[in-house]
């Protein structure tokens, strides 16, 4: 983006009503272009929120983060530059570069970079805090010539790898990837000296745009896929299967294949951290079964879900995937080697994202694996990610089992001991709450979605209630699949969220969650935040059912309403008080 660009970007409005985003930039130089790209950045990344975006004062770096401690939660930006650690580490202020006094340096920076963690830990548990390391070159302050690394930089430098390394270990910490800043950003291009004497801003244009898209993209930080299809020939392997046969395929660097192996190896180990893997091939179902069970790939045949092999459309098979997974298009990405059947799922599911597997060549091979780690890549794997394949299967299981010609649905609801568990601690919030906020479509009150700050604005307001729910059966544990919160209001409650996985539905684990809100407030109605969206079917047909209307806007319903209502709720309910 050009500066002339950003400045138009930033003319765009949001909608009358928008949320409000707020950002706190902590840096210890004059914000100048940077602080103009990176709003231009966040409109683009928020185009539906107002935004806020303050700055602290010059040279003080340690005291913009001090100064935050109380305050209510916003987005915290941190930019750390060499002279916020020792200012004659800068080019502003003349302190001495002689040998006698880099010891010395050394010193003081250990101690202002001990400062400046100990104060991002602090705010870090009532902020989302974006944080970056020194990005600009140390000055010739080193003895050594510029080719040769110095004890000193290497000391320098390993102060910050070990600050960047704790903070990051945190869980409301992002740090920007330095490796993804010197791809788009030379290191050499980046400190603007006229720049940083005449006006106290270092950066040049180029270095300044590049940083603050990165920095903005983290604070968008978008909701990663949930399931991955792949074709097998050309793809997962290298060969066609029908033609080579079992023996023929290769994924090694011994068969010039090692793209195939790592791919593997990729998908793999997304399966691990809980991404659905399916297979959609044209092929022959029994040749393929035997190259699992003799070749043994990297990526195990167990973990996939599920695999259909046919001679159909690839459309058709991957219709029969995402009903299976019970997840819309857009949560999905496609990767198939041949662009006319990835042209032919996309006319047939638009939202799914299609990526090429590329034939023979390398350099293009490895950028789908960090095309496809950028898309499913997330803060951190939680319980119900790691089980989050086999109850997605057995959720399978218990839906045939609902089958008329099998049983009932009301013998099978009694037959399979459901447990739901219910949390209304908030304190600290448990990060799966924000996750099903965020993610969940079908099953949503009204769509809306919250930052991580804005979310624990939402919760520190002593009057707003949450309660998560987690299910298990005979089937297996689900997890934390539900989520309400809101506040209630003297002889009512008001709902401001609702939502639920899809994993969850047709248990009736929503008729026990509101059932269980009317005893446990002892109220005689139930108000609802409802808005109507494209894809919230599930709940408009649950409140149809309760109601026998389709309502566009909020609600309300009475408990008696409910107790008329509600079909028999075979669940076990306990309440988690916590410790």
Same mark, same amino acid.
């Given at each position: 983006?050009?500066?002339?660009?950003?400045? =138009? @970007?930033?003319?765009?409005?949001?909608?009358?009503?928008?949320?409000? $985003?707020?950002?706190?930039?902590?840096?210890?130089?004059?914000?100048? !272009?940077?602080?103009?790209?990176?709003?231009?950045?966040?409109?683009?990344?928020?185009?539906?929120?107002?935004?806020?975006?303050?700055?602290?004062?010059?040279?003080?770096?340690?005291?913009?983060?001090?100064?935050?401690?109380?305050?209510?939660?916003?987005?915290?930006?941190?930019?750390?530059?060499?002279?916020?650690?020792?200012?004659?580490?800068?080019?502003?202020?003349?302190?001495?570069?002689?040998?006698?006094?880099?010891?010395?340096?050394?010193?003081?920076?250990?101690?202002?970079?001990?400062?400046?963690?100990?104060?991002?830990? @602090?705010?870090?548990?009532?902020?989302?805090?974006?944080?970056?390391?020194?990005?600009?070159?140390?000055?010739?302050?080193?003895?050594?010539?510029?080719?040769?690394?110095?004890?000193?930089?290497?000391?320098?430098?390993?102060?910050?790898?070990?600050?960047?390394?704790?903070?990051?270990?945190?869980?409301?910490?992002?740090?920007?990837?330095?490796?993804?800043?010197?791809?788009?950003?030379?290191?050499?291009?980046? /400190?603007?000296?006229?720049?940083?004497?005449?006006?106290?801003?270092?950066?040049?244009?180029?270095?300044?745009?590049?940083?603050?898209?990165?920095?903005?993209?983290?604070?968008?930080?978008?909701?990663?896929?949930?399931?991955?299809?792949?074709?097998?020939?050309?793809?997962?392997?290298?060969?066609?299967?029908? +033609?080579?046969?079992?023996?023929?395929?290769?994924?090694?660097?011994?068969?010039?294949?090692?793209? !195939?192996? /790592?791919?593997?190896?990729?998908?793999?180990?997304?399966? +691990?951290?809980?991404?659905?893997?399916?297979?959609?091939?044209?092929?022959?179902?029994?040749?393929?079964?035997?190259?699992?069970?003799?070749?043994?790939?990297?990526?195990?045949?167990?973990?996939?879900?599920?695999?259909?092999?046919?001679?159909?459309?690839?459309?058709?098979?991957?219709?029969?995937?995402?009903?299976?997974?019970?997840?819309? &298009?857009?949560?999905?990405?496609?990767?198939?080697?041949?662009?006319?059947?990835?042209?032919?799922?996309?006319?047939? !599911?638009?939202?799914?994202?299609?990526?090429?597997?590329?034939?023979?060549?390398?350099?293009?091979?490895?950028?789908?694996?960090?095309?496809?780690?950028?898309?499913?890549?997330?803060?951190?794997?939680?319980? =119900?990610?790691?089980?989050?394949? +086999?109850?997605?299967?057995?959720?399978?299981?218990?839906?045939?089992?609902?089958?008329?010609?099998?049983?009932?649905? +009301?013998?099978?609801?009694?037959?399979?001991?459901?447990?739901?568990?219910?949390?209304?601690?908030?304190?600290?919030?448990?990060?799966?709450?924000? =996750? $099903?906020?965020?993610?969940?479509?079908?099953?949503?009150?009204?769509?809306?979605?919250?930052?991580?700050?804005?979310?624990?604005?939402?919760?520190?307001?002593?009057?707003?209630?949450?309660?998560?729910?987690?299910?298990?059966?005979?089937?297996?544990?689900?997890?934390?699949?539900?989520?309400? &919160?809101?506040?209630?209001?003297?002889?009512?409650?008001?709902?401001?969220?609702?939502?639920?996985?899809?994993?969850?539905?047709?248990?009736?684990?929503?008729?026990?969650?509101?059932? !269980? $809100?009317?005893?446990?407030?002892?109220?005689?109605?139930?108000?609802?935040?409802?808005?109507?969206?494209?894809?919230?079917?599930?709940?408009?047909?649950?409140?149809?059912?309760? @109601?026998?209307?389709?309502?566009?806007?909020?609600?309300?319903?009475?408990?008696?309403?409910?107790?008329?209502?509600?079909?028999?709720?075979?669940?076990?309910?306990?309440?988690?008080?916590?410790?």
């Amino acid at each position: 983006m050009k500066l002339i660009e950003a400045l =138009e @970007t930033l003319k765009r409005r949001p909608p009358a009503q928008s949320p409000l $985003l707020e950002v706190q930039l902590a840096c210890g130089f004059t914000p100048l !272009h940077f602080l103009t790209f990176l709003k231009a950045h966040l409109r683009r990344q928020f185009p539906e929120h107002a935004l806020a975006i303050g700055t602290g004062l010059f040279g003080d770096l340690l005291g913009d983060v001090r100064r935050l401690r109380g305050k209510p939660p916003c987005v915290v930006v941190v930019v750390m530059e060499w002279q916020d650690l020792d200012p004659r580490l800068g080019l502003r202020q003349l302190g001495g570069w002689g040998p006698r006094q880099l010891s010395n340096i050394i010193r003081d920076v250990r101690e202002q970079a001990g400062r400046i963690t100990d104060s991002i830990e @602090t705010i870090s548990e009532s902020h989302t805090v974006t944080l970056a390391a020194p990005t600009l070159p140390l000055p010739p302050i080193a003895l050594t010539p510029s080719w040769q690394s110095s004890s000193f930089e290497n000391d320098i430098r390993d102060v910050v790898a070990s600050v960047v390394a704790k903070l990051s270990r945190l869980p409301r910490v992002r740090v920007v990837s330095s490796q993804r800043l010197d791809q788009i950003s030379v290191p050499g291009a980046r /400190l603007d000296v006229k720049s940083e004497l005449d006006f106290g801003f270092p950066y040049s244009l180029l270095h300044a745009d590049a940083f603050a898209g990165l920095i903005a993209r983290i604070i968008r930080d978008p909701l990663p896929k949930k399931g991955l299809i792949t074709d097998l020939d050309h793809t997962l392997w290298k060969g066609i299967l029908g +033609e080579v046969n079992v023996e023929g395929i290769a994924w090694d660097i011994d068969e010039h294949a090692q793209q !195939h192996g /790592l791919y593997q190896q990729l998908l793999a180990s997304l399966a +691990e951290a809980g991404i659905l893997i399916a297979v959609a091939s044209k092929n022959d179902p029994t040749l393929v079964e035997e190259a699992f069970r003799r070749r043994s790939p990297i990526l195990h045949r167990k973990q996939i879900f599920p695999l259909e092999i046919s001679w159909g459309a690839k459309s058709e098979s991957i219709s029969r995937i995402l009903r299976a997974w019970n997840l819309g &298009a857009d949560s999905v990405v496609f990767v198939d080697d041949s662009p006319l059947e990835l042209a032919e799922v996309k006319a047939a !599911h638009p939202e799914i994202e299609c990526l090429l597997f590329p034939q023979d060549d390398e350099r293009a091979a490895y950028q789908l694996l960090q095309d496809v780690r950028d898309l499913f890549g997330k803060q951190c794997i939680c319980a =119900e990610d790691e089980i989050r394949a +086999e109850s997605t299967r057995t959720s399978q299981a218990a839906a045939e089992a609902t089958e008329p010609e099998r049983s009932s649905s +009301e013998d099978f609801l009694r037959s399979i001991g459901g447990k739901l568990t219910l949390s209304f601690s908030k304190n600290p919030p448990d990060p799966r709450a924000l =996750e $099903l906020i965020n993610k969940t479509n079908q099953f949503n009150l009204n769509g809306r979605r919250h930052t991580e700050s804005s979310w624990m604005d939402y919760l520190n307001d002593p009057k707003v209630f949450l309660l998560l729910g987690a299910y298990e059966d005979k089937f297996g544990p689900l997890g934390k699949i539900a989520v309400m &919160a809101g506040r209630q209001d003297g002889d009512s409650f008001l709902v401001d969220y609702w939502v639920m996985s899809c994993r969850a539905l047709s248990r009736r684990i929503e008729q026990a969650c509101l059932r !269980h $809100l009317f005893r446990k407030f002892g109220v005689e109605e139930a108000n609802f935040d409802f808005a109507l969206t494209s894809r919230n079917g599930p709940i408009q047909a649950f409140f149809l059912e309760l @109601t026998g209307i389709v309502t566009l806007k909020s609600f309300s319903i009475s408990k008696q309403q409910l107790l008329d209502k509600c079909p028999a709720v075979y669940l076990q309910i306990e309440e988690d008080f916590g410790e």
